[in-house]
């Protein structure tokens, strides 16, 4: 028997989950509760906005291995997996650098033609100590790969594996799952049907997969001392002398990855023993191999390329670019990157370059041997050149944030978006101790829109610990996202005094709305009123007519949730009309939405529904997740009015997702309370009670006041 969502929630909590296992396992539960009820209407279709093309053919995998060498056998054993019955899944087990992504890849690509509806590819990293892949990642890169737009991936990993399952059902693919950390890793991404087949590499023998999910061991070893000195032939050519090939293939214990490097060192003409080389005994151990290997390679570069790879060791993300490595060594790198791909100690990926996480871990333990003045002159410059092009970034998604100096905004939305996705870590990580400020200020709207609350957390408390005021408006505003009430009031309130002691008007209005959203979910509407109308009348002030359409906005927000609806009207069609005319398409989709909320209250069906898909297309264009999940939650109750509530379940799900996903507990109290209401009109009244209590529960947790009212009403008419 399942225990009450309230009570299970309080348990979850106890126990030390984190707030997305938090809203993971809710969502389980609620389905697990849900599947146990009849259903009286057919399962929800999926929208039409997510709707993507008939069967693309992803064509993912890296370029074949050069000179692959040996393995006979382990090809042959991935042969028999192919040609056996049942779940094809296959585990490619070894140590580091022996070769498993060389075997995996031209493995796939000898068989590409048996599969003749694509092959998907992803390095999971499992074993960076940065960034390794969370399996949702690497769902959504698979999903846009086979034709799902954007707006068709749903945001919870348990979705995103259904809908992938879904679309590689009866197709016969081949997916490569690359460098996996563990078997939670890799379940997510494996296919419910055994028409493909799934090829897995990882350090560990992962014995749960084996067990579990019929997986195949396939253990891989070193390359005996003959296929050694054949890859060392293949890779040096005709000319290479005997003593070489005879004492790299001694050196490198039967690694490829430490073949590869030794071989891209010495001429291909020598004759001789490199003296650097012949002074390091591996005994074996691959380990001390690969630390040979390298640091010889390292003593064969020229001076400027060997400095880009210490100093790489100190950028803490994973994929860099020539502008990165430029701006750690304070001059043009293109040269030094270029020797250093050629020496195989970097490698091209998304449209940069990046490194074996051995060799990534070598490079940071030589940066750590940088002196510290050095060091410290390098993490300024990488800072300075991250927020240099963050900023253009934002510009480029926010063009209606910019303030001060125009900056030279990227190449597009997308361009900007991938960037900030791809840094997003880094400039966290900088954060905590370089241009903490400066980072806060410019990256707190994409932060926002994002949904990646923790980062913005762990961003503008820095930023704060500096005493900016600005800081606090934005740590005030992700504490308010989270239900986090009487912080966000905290952080507000020393916003506006700082910003008041500095005479900061703008800063001031701005910490001001703020501060009125609480009031308002808290349930003093007054206040909540008050403020905000003080706000408006600030950035009229000001001449600010951005600010002023915000606060436009949120009096016709207010308005509404207190049933004024024809002031509510006129404050968010003003709203709509001067955000279309200043070009920003993202609010204008927030007043469209709301406009839509109070058609769909006042019995307008039509109009309503017209307002909140536009609304939606708004929100997905700008990548707000928050913006798609209020809209998709405001959708579902306007389904659920017109009596459509097979699509009002649809929505509210997604939009329930959504919420869970970011940690947005307003919209998850309004969500579940919404599902509870669309539950009992179709005969589900206990399925209806446990949304009730979830959101009773939330709501009393964080003060919002409006919710609980209106989960202790739901739960009423549900037991009645």
């Known amino acids: 028997m399942l225990p009450p969502t309230d009570r299970f929630d309080v348990l979850v909590r106890l126990l030390g989950a984190s707030p997305a296992e938090q809203g993971a396992l809710a969502t389980a539960r609620d389905r697990v509760e849900e599947g146990r009820r009849p259903v009286p209407s057919p399962a929800p279709a999926a929208p039409a906005d997510s709707a993507g093309p008939a069967h693309p053919v992803p064509r993912q995998l890296p370029a074949d291995v050069p000179a692959f060498t040996g393995r006979a056998a382990r090809l042959a054993d991935l042969d028999a997996v192919l040609a056996g019955a049942g779940a094809r899944v296959v585990l490619i087990a070894g140590t580091a650098g022996v070769g498993k992504t060389a075997l995996a890849v031209h493995w796939a690509h000898r068989v590409a033609d048996r599969f003749p509806d694509g092959q998907l590819y992803v390095d999971l990293r499992g074993y960076d100590p940065r960034q390794p892949v969370d399996p949702g990642d690497a769902l959504a890169g698979f999903l846009r790969g086979l034709g799902v737009p954007a707006s068709g991936i749903p945001a ?24 996996a950390a563990d078997a939670g890793q890799v379940r997510p991404l494996l296919p419910g049907t055994s028409t493909g087949a799934v090829v897995v590499t990882s350090r560990d023998t992962l014995g749960g997969l084996v067990a579990r999910d019929g997986a195949h061991p396939v253990r891989l070893g070193r390359l005996d001392r003959a296929d050694s000195r054949v890859l060392l032939r293949r890779l040096l050519g005709p000319g290479a002398g005997p003593g070489t090939v005879d004492l790299l293939a001694d050196r490198c214990a039967g690694l490829p990855l430490a073949l590869r490097i030794a071989a891209a060192g010495p001429s291909p003409h020598c004759s001789g023993v490199p003296a650097d080389l012949a002074a390091f005994d591996a005994d074996g151990d691959p380990h001390t191999a690969l630390r040979s290997v390298f640091s010889w390679s390292l003593r064969r570069l020229d001076p400027p390329a060997a400095r880009a790879f210490q100093l790489l060791g100190l950028y803490p993300g994973r994929v860099f670019d020539d502008a990165t490595a430029t701006a750690l060594a304070g001059g043009p790198a293109g040269a030094p990157l270029d020797e250093l791909a050629r020496a195989h100690l970097v490698e091209p990926a998304d449209g940069g370059y990046t490194m074996h996480d051995l060799l990534r871990a070598y490079s940071a ?11 410290g002159a390098a993490l300024d410059r990488l800072a300075a050149h991250l927020l240099d092009t963050a900023t253009a970034a934002t510009a480029t998604l926010f063009p209606h944030d910019r303030a001060g100096a125009e900056p030279t905004a990227m190449d597009g939305p997308e ?4 960037w900030l996705d791809r840094h997003r870590a880094a ?22 829109v994002g949904g990646h609350y923790r980062e913005a957390l762990a961003l503008h408390a820095a930023a704060a610990a500096h005493g900016d005021a600005g800081a606090h408006t934005d740590l005030g505003a992700v504490h308010w996202l989270l239900g986090d009430h009487d912080l966000a009031k905290v952080h507000f309130g020393r916003s506006l005094d700082g910003h008041r002691a500095a005479g900061d008007a703008a800063g001031e209005a701005r910490a001001t709305a703020r501060l ?90 039509d109009a309503a529904l017209a307002h909140l898909h536009l609304a939606l297309e708004r929100c997905v264009e700008a990548r707000d997740r928050g913006g798609e999940g209020t809209a998709r939650g405001t959708l579902g109750v306007a389904y659920h009015r017109h009596g459509d509530h097979t699509k009002a379940l649809g929505h509210l799900r997604r939009a329930l997702t959504v919420a869970r996903a970011t940690g947005e507990c307003g919209l998850e109290v309004e969500t579940l309370n919404a599902l509870g209401d669309v539950l009992l009109a179709t005969d589900r009244p206990d399925a209806a009670v446990h949304r009730f209590a979830a959101a009773r529960a939330l709501a009393e947790r964080t003060g919002d006041r409006h919710g609980l009212a209106r989960a202790v009403d739901g739960l009423s008419r549900a037991r009645r």
């Open 427 to 448: 400039l966290v990580t900088l954060a905590g101790s370089r241009a903490a400020v400066a980072l806060s200020r410019v990256l707190w709207r994409y932060l926002e």
């Open 516 to 605: 009125a959203l609480v009031h308002e979910r808290l349930g003093d509407h007054d206040e909540a009123l008050a403020r905000l109308r003080d706000a408006l009348a600030a950035y009229r002030a000001l001449g600010d007519r951005h600010g002023e359409g915000a606060q436009l906005l949120n009096l016709g927000f207010t308005l509404y949730r207190i049933g004024r609806h024809p002031e509510a009207l006129d404050h968010l069609h003003r709203a709509a009309a001067l955000f279309a005319d200043l070009g920003d398409r993202r609010l204008e989709g927030y007043a469209l939405g709301n406009l839509g909320a109070v058609f769909s209250a006042t019995g307008r069906h």
């Open 415 to 418: 361009a900007a978006a991938r």
């Open 365 to 375: 333990e030589l940066a750590a041997l940088l002196p510290p003045g050095e060091a």
């Open 156 to 179: 919870a990993t348990d979705e995103r594996a259904a809908r992938y399952r879904t679309e590689v059902a009866g197709r016969r693919l081949l997916v490569v799952l690359d460098n």
